[in-house]
């Protein structure tokens, strides 16, 4: 049996994972959005945003508090954003049905 080698992280992987929780951090700080899902990576001078957030008011910027960040000058962002949105209902399930 072959041993078990531990996976060793470069120090731009440790950056990147470090600059997305920065990211998740700062989006959480903005009063009136949730985050449903959030993949953020690493490009040139800045980061790309894919995901779903909810934002509840008219005033939310969503990147207003990334722009703030240290290695972030530019900001491509993929986000599916649900303004306003109702909470979701009870979902319906097989028992449900008659």
């Known amino acids: 049996m072959a041993a078990l080698i531990p996976a060793t992280r470069t120090p731009q992987a ?6 997305a929780t920065d990211v998740r951090k700062a989006l959480l700080t903005e009063d009136g959005l949730d985050i449903a899902s959030l993949v953020v990576r690493r490009i040139p001078n800045g ?8 934002v509840h008011g008219d005033d939310v910027d969503v990147c207003r508090a990334i722009r703030k960040l240290e290695g972030v000058g530019e900001i491509l962002n993929h986000l599916v954003v649900c303004w306003n949105c109702p909470e979701p209902g009870p979902q319906v399930t097989e028992d449900d049905i008659f």
Not at 14 to 19: G, N, T, V
Not at 47 to 54: K, M, P, R, S, W
């Open 14 to 19: 440790d950056s990147s994972h470090q600059l």
């Open 47 to 54: 980061v790309c945003l894919e995901g779903v957030i909810h």
